[in-house]
Antibody, heavy 113, light 110 residues
Framework: QVQLVQSGAEVKKPGASVKVSCKASGYTFASYDITWVRQAPGQGLEWMGW????????NYAHNLQGRVTMTTDTSTTTAYMELRSLTSDDTAIYYC??????WGQGTLVTVSS | QAVVTQEPSLTVSPGGTVTLTCGSS?????????PYWFQQKPGQAPRTLMYDTSNKQSWTPARFSGSLLGGKAALTLSGAQPEDEAEYSC??????????FGGGTKLTVL
């Protein structure tokens, strides 16, 4: 069965970086794009961007360009999302998803001094 | 950037019918926006109910249907059940590359 299993919760200080992983299984990894979505506490979903697991092509949300990098490792069927220069506004649950169907369980990233 | 609008909250009676809508600040929503609908219950990850306007996932109950209605994407729930109480979000794709989520609709079954 298809699964997207994300890394555990993180606590970071302002200005630091965080890298969230998303381990995919149960399907041909290169056949599906991975989208990253975040949700701040009590807020709606925010699209962060996507990466083609086949080519590595990325498309990032305009407001995150320059701070976010999405990558994949086809040898381990894992997708990664790195966010730099963190502020308290980046405190959120981060999800990886195939969008059309399966979602990861989410990773809580807390940014606090 | 485009803004996607949804009703903040709606209430439906058990067994009743309700339609949630998803509009775009850029104009009428078309199939080319590839509307998606997601359901999220407290403490859970979102779940994709509908993609490309009206295509259901295998886990989507038959009482949900998707359409284009009056220049918006619509999610209709016919025969609401208590377990349908949740937050529903839509997303629209722009130029096939950028996705924007709506703010979500809190649906109460009461």
């Amino acid at each position: 069965q298809v699964q997207l299993v994300q890394s555990g919760a993180e606590v970071k200080k302002p200005g630091a970086s965080v890298k969230v992983s998303c381990k995919a299984s149960g399907y041909t990894f290169a056949s599906y794009d991975i989208t990253w979505v975040r949700q701040a506490p009590g807020q709606g979903l925010e699209w962060m961007g996507w990466i083609s697991a086949h080519s590595g092509y990325t498309n990032y949300a305009h407001n995150l360009q320059g701070r976010v990098t999405m990558t994949t490792d086809t040898s381990t069927t894992t997708a990664y999302m790195e966010l730099r220069s963190l502020t308290s506004d980046d405190t959120a649950i981060y999800y990886c998803t195939r969008l059309k169907d399966y979602w990861g369980q989410g990773t809580l990233v807390t940014v606090s001094s | 950037q485009a803004v996607v609008t949804q009703e903040p909250s709606l209430t439906v009676s058990p067994g009743g019918t309700v339609t949630l809508t998803c509009g775009s600040s850029t104009g009428a929503v078309t199939s080319g926006h590839y509307p998606y609908w997601f359901q999220q219950k407290p403490g859970q990850a979102p779940r994709t109910l509908m993609y490309d306007t009206s295509n259901k996932q295998s886990w989507t109950p038959a009482r949900f249907s998707g359409s284009l209605l009056g220049g918006k994407a619509a999610l209709t729930l016919s025969g609401a059940q208590p377990e349908d109480e949740a937050e529903y979000s839509c997303s629209l794709s722009y130029s096939g590359a950028v996705v924007v989520f709506g703010g979500g609709t809190k649906l109460t079954v009461l």
